[in-house]
């Protein structure tokens, strides 16, 4: 095994879905400055990126929108960039970092997951808010690491992941995919020649349905109840359930990680592993 | 009839292939010199014995070379010992028999720990305590520390006879310059957080602004939050207090509260700069 | 060094343009630009710009909207259960 093969071997035993390679370089023409992965880990070389699937067949079949609001997923891509971490610094004596993606300035994180997973050859945009598609498994959720391993990239898909076929000929009969169908609110694109040729996403929007309770919410919430004069309103929005939830969501964070799966549960890619008995 | 030796041994060796990088055991009552009351083991656990301490999951290399800011303060690995700690209780009780404690890695009440693992981790000779505050290994440096309290008579170790600091380039550096790494970048006469000097080759702590500190460890966090609250509430008018409200300081505390597990610690500075922090391994 | 805290005017005035300029309304072909790249454009500090983008994403919409969200969510996972799974008694009315 070559030396990539067993740092992407590690990750998948330790609950990797997917596991592809960019090269350091790579981000620079996309990236603007201070978002790189030399930017975080000075002399770094390759970025290491793990899939981890998203929620279970089951989930996907509920009718109770909220059981998926809770049990999006459950992060074991970033167990599998521990390991390798681990991996890279103990056996193979180069420096190695989980990239930082929680967000830290409004949604802004560091480093782009999305663009990581692109760049290791792992999928591509899709029209559904511009979420990366794997070709074989549809949603996945990425994480990364950053080394100055020097490992060998991943090659870029061959064709990309959006539009599946099904949604080709939808667009040619109809005008429009089962995404951008169900979410006309966030999502936007038009298709030619079976390939995306324009598509908006209007994140602000999304997020009041991807994080209906979560950090966002909870700020909304407490402005309302700053400015409200009335005791007995404020009391209302305090024990409101939309309150609760907010609350509880930033107590128990997988709460709000992910919420709201629409235009992933109406994407043909990667559907035939939902279908079970 | 149990054999201890062994019982300590077998204990040990669960916790290093759990995870831990060290692991040592502490006697109960070395605790009640040093801790106030209701923070000793045996105010936890009637009957404690010993306590096993392990320590782990620090920072990695890379970690400290890093350069952004972000990175030891959003994907912090600390958590990653308590699994181990849980372990060690859970093995106790089933293999030994005896009663077994984790301590709850949280607070009591304010900031006040239910029992110091920095106690415990130099007292079960796992470190000593640095110029900077935290307690050093002498291989591994800096690292993240959970603790077990038992009424099982394990064996115990003793404590550390060779501190990690000051280090020879901590010595050197206060020859020369009549300060130290730490000391230089974080001083309490500049609005800092460190007072000290080296004395007789020992680190001697002259001063520690906790407080100041906390808005550094925790820069965003319970008491960040309370502020930023404290702030809005006494705004009169609507829209400044928008600003307070949907400012990036709340939202990004409200992050570090959610995603608590990877943002329990936000400033390394000290640790940063240590020679006896990071651990003896060279990478590449 | 007091805490930073944005004038609602200068918000006001350049909210719109920060929005337009970042990451918050997305077009596949290019991307948001940072805010040190907005600061740039419109001769703001990077700070400024930062503290006016966190405001304006969270300002974007109004209470109002989370509402919807959570009737459009209850609708289409409702809606599609009762399709897929063939259990018209499911569909939302």
């Given at each position: 095994m070559t030396v990539t093969e067993t740092v992407k071997a590690v990750g998948l035993r330790a609950g990797a879905r997917v596991v592809g390679v960019a090269s350091?370089?790579?981000?620079?023409?996309g990236v603007p400055e201070g978002y790189r992965p030399e930017d975080i880990l000075?002399?770094?070389?390759s970025v290491v990126v793990a899939g981890g699937d998203g929620p279970t067949a089951g989930a996907w079949r509920?009718?109770?929108?909220?059981v998926m609001e809770i049990?999006?997923?459950?992060?074991?891509e970033n167990v599998a960039i521990h390991a390798m971490c681990d991996h890279i610094e103990r056996e193979l004596g180069h420096y190695a970092v989980q990239a930082?993606?929680?967000?830290?300035?409004?949604?802004?994180?560091?480093?782009s997951m999305m663009h990581a997973a692109e760049l290791a050859g792992l999928g591509s945009r899709s029209f559904a808010a511009h979420i990366i598609l794997n070709?074989?498994?549809g949603l996945l959720y990425y994480a990364a690491l950053i080394t100055t391993l020097p490992l060998e990239p991943s090659p870029p898909l061959?064709?990309?992941?959006?539009?599946h076929p099904g949604c080709v000929a939808m667009y040619k009969r109809i005008g429009t995919t089962p995404c951008l169908r169900v979410c006309p609110a966030c999502l936007s694109g038009t298709m030619q020649n079976a390939r995306i040729e324009t598509s908006t996403y209007d994140r602000e929007k999304c997020h009041s349905r991807?994080?209906?309770?979560?950090i966002g919410s909870f700020q909304k919430a407490l402005l309302a109840l700053v400015d409200e004069q009335d005791k007995a309103r404020r009391h209302d929005i305090i024990y409101s359930d939309f309150f609760t939830k907010s609350v509880e969501s930033l107590g128990f964070f997988r709460d709000s990680i992910?919420?709201?799966?629409e235009c992933m549960r109406v994407c043909p890619v990667g559907r035939k592993y939902r279908k079970l008995q | 009839m149990t054999d201890f030796a062994v019982a300590t041994k077998q204990i040990k060796t669960l916790a290093l292939k759990a995870g831990a990088t060290v692991v040592g055991v502490a006697d109960a009552a070395a605790f009640d010199v040093h801790a106030p009351v209701k923070h000793r083991p045996a105010d936890l656990l009637?009957?404690?014995r010993t306590v096993v301490v392990v320590g782990g999951a620090q920072p990695r290399a890379g970690d400290w070379v890093?350069?952004?800011?972000w990175l030891l303060s959003t994907m912090?690995?600390?958590?990653?010992i308590q699994g181990v700690g849980r372990r060690v209780a859970q093995a106790i009780e089933s293999e030994l028999g005896y009663y077994a404690l984790f301590v709850p890695?949280?607070?009591?009440?304010?900031?006040?720990?239910?029992?110091?693992l920095m106690l415990a981790a130099e007292l079960a000779g796992l470190g000593t305590r640095s110029l900077a505050g935290p307690v050093l290994n002498r291989d591994h440096g800096f690292m993240y520390w959970s603790a077990v309290i038992t009424t099982a008579p394990l064996e115990v170790d003793p404590p550390d006879?060779?501190?990690?600091?000051?280090a020879p380039p901590c010595r050197e550096m206060w020859e020369r310059e009549g300060t130290t790494p730490c000391l230089r970048v974080c001083p309490i006469d500049a609005g800092g957080c460190l007072g000290g000097r080296l004395e007789h080759d020992r680190p001697v702590r002259t001063a520690y602004d906790a407080g100041r500190c906390n808005t550094r460890v925790?820069?965003?966090w319970v008491g960040g939050f309370q502020k930023v609250l404290e702030e809005t509430l006494n705004e009169p008018d609507r829209e400044r207090r928008k600003m307070l409200v949907y400012g990036d300081f709340m939202t990004r505390t409200l992050w570090a509260i959610t995603y608590s597990s990877t943002n329990?610690?936000?400033?390394f500075e000290c640790m940063r700069v240590c020679?006896?922090?990071?651990?003896?391994k060279e990478m590449r | 060094m007091t805490f930073f805290r944005l004038d609602p005017e200068l918000y006001a005035r350049h909210k719109d343009e920060v929005l337009r300029l970042c990451?918050?309304?997305?077009?596949?072909e290019r991307r948001g630009l940072s805010d040190k790249e907005i600061a740039a454009r419109l001769g703001l500090d990077e700070r400024t710009v930062t503290e006016i983008r966190v405001i304006a994403e969270r300002d974007?919409?109004?209470?109002?909207e989370w509402e919807r969200a959570i009737a459009f969510k209850r609708k289409a996972c409702a809606d599609w259960a009762a399709l897929a799974l063939k259990r018209p008694e499911l569909k939302e009315p």
């Open positions: 350091a370089e790579a981000f620079r023409a000075p002399g770094a070389r509920s009718a109770d929108h909220r049990t999006g997923y459950d992060l074991r930082p993606s929680l967000p830290v300035h409004g949604h802004e994180p560091p480093m070709p074989e498994y061959a064709e990309p992941a959006c539009p991807a994080q209906t309770y979560g992910a919420q709201c799966f | 009637p009957g404690a890093a350069t952004s800011p912090g690995t600390t958590e990653r890695p949280g607070t009591a009440s304010g900031d006040t720990p239910f029992l110091s006879a060779a501190p990690a600091c000051p925790h820069t965003h329990i610690a936000q400033c020679p006896a922090a990071h651990g003896l | 990451n918050s309304f997305q077009t596949i974007s919409y109004p209470l109002d």
